[in-house]
């Protein structure tokens, strides 16, 4: 069987080298891949939300099933898109429809969800800028740090956590009024402060059932000891030591079991990963977010651990029986370091030359922002490539990370040290 993987960063890197690893697999295609996805697939150089090249491309490489990497197709309707077209609606799309997508899609209705299926999430309310006014009233009733939600995709970027009450306001009106984050701050979710551990929980269902897959944490600040400006991930770490199973069996209790029956009564087919961005209070979950994909760098943590056949879960969930599907993950820790082009996240170069990957050999590189060059590898992109190894502790792992990554080389490459600091 052929399957195509949209995206093309370190998390859709992490899936081809999973599924490489089926022998139920003929040949992987991935659009528009990365330098590390051409060694093991086929890159098609598209765009995953041009829907129509998309379509040329399954039925030009007789493609039988589509994962969806990133989040931008699925909220954009890849999937109804495939459902509504004679020539692709048997071919099974791994990631929800659009209903399911607005998980993601929309901070609003992801809150409303919780709210109506009594998962348990931080106080909020929404506001757009004709109710400016009552918004600044609502951040009076709260206490400091101050959370403002852009109500759409933002990617990553449209999330503030502000201790100031006048900086709220001001950033408030930023965002609705003067569309900060262009029209996802249209509308605009204020929500109390949650205190506590963060650590993410991954769910794939199949719209009836599920498995749980590993837990993990990652560290989205580009300063040591989490400082600095907000990333999309420096780091991961899988499975999260404070997450034991009574925390674990009351996240499937509190948050997923009320998610999985809530999508039903609400009668959205949801078919694929449910990222669940949860607070961990003295031993309480509390949803921070959904999103409707995996995350990355918790990709590059979570499948590698995974022992079962990917595919396998796949088929799963493309034909509502991954209850019946073997499930098994490894005890190791994994751990992985992303080694991002200097001046990340804010401007930096491309076109980086990349070398010393070849001489790796205690652990995983994953490829996110790369591409090729007159055959050599290049950066192409703010996070440039995961460094993931293996472990009897986190200790361990790192260290091999560590000794990876003194390996390679890019130009003005930046890393963090202190991955996993707070949980040795």
């Known amino acids: 069987m052929n399957i195509l993987i949209l995206g093309s960063g370190g998390r859709e890197h992490a899936f081809a080298l999973k599924l490489s690893q089926s022998n139920k697999i003929n040949q992987l295609f991935v659009a528009p891949g990365n330098a590390g996805t051409h060694q093991i697939a086929k890159n098609i150089a598209i765009d995953p939300t041009d829907f129509i090249a998309v379509k040329e491309t399954v039925l030009g490489n007789d493609i039988k099933m589509v994962v969806v990497g990133p989040e931008a197709p699925l909220v954009a309707g890849v999937h109804d898109f495939f459902l509504a077209d004679n020539d692709l609606k048997n071919i099974p799309v791994i990631g929800p429809k659009k209903d399911g997508a607005l998980l993601e899609g929309s901070k609003d209705f992801s809150k409303q969800f919780m709210q109506k299926h009594g998962v348990p999430t931080a106080r909020y309310q929404s506001f757009t800028k004709e109710n400016l006014q009552e918004g600044f009233a609502f951040l009076e009733t709260l206490a400091p740090p101050f959370v403002l939600k852009a109500d759409g995709l933002a990617g990553g970027k449209g999330v503030l956590i502000l201790n100031s009450l006048q900086e709220a306001k001001i950033e408030l009106e930023e965002m609705v009024s003067n569309k900060k984050f262009g029209e996802a701050s249209t509308t605009v979710v204020i929500e109390e402060f949650l205190k506590g551990i963060e650590l993410s929980v991954f769910v794939l269902t199949d719209g009836k059932n599920y498995k749980i897959l590993p837990s993990a944490k990652d560290y989205k600040r580009i300063g040591e000891g989490d400082t600095g400006l907000n990333t999309g991930g420096m780091g991961a770490i899988s499975p999260v030591p404070f997450a034991d199973d009574a925390f674990l069996d009351k996240v499937e209790e509190l948050v997923v079991k009320p998610t999985i029956s809530g999508l039903q009564k609400d009668g959205i087919d949801y078919r694929g990963f449910i990222f669940i961005g949860l607070m961990n209070d003295n031993g309480n979950p509390s949803v921070v977010e959904y999103n409707v994909r995996m995350g990355d760098p918790e990709t590059e943590v979570v499948l590698p651990r995974i022992a079962s056949d990917l595919f396998d879960l796949f088929e799963g969930v493309a034909h509502q029986n991954l209850d019946q599907k ?34 790796v050999t205690e652990s995983t590189v994953f490829h996110a922002g790369t591409t090729t060059k007159e055959n050599k590898v290049v950066s192409n992109g703010g996070r440039v490539m995961a460094v993931t190894s293996f472990g009897d502790t986190i200790e361990e792992a790192l260290k091999k990370s560590y000794k990876s990554i003194d ?18």
């Not at 073997?326 to 070398?355: D, N, R, W």
Request: aromatic fraction near 12%; charge should be negative; glycine fraction near 8%.
């Open 326 to 359: 073997s499930f098994q993950v490894t005890p190791k820790t994994a751990t992985t370091i992303m080694l991002v082009a200097g001046g990340y996240p804010e401007a930096y170069e491309k076109h980086k030359e990349i070398t010393g990957i070849e001489n």
């Open 407 to 424: 390996l390679i080389h890019f130009d003005k490459m930046n890393y963090r040290k202190d991955i996993g600091f707070d949980l040795t």
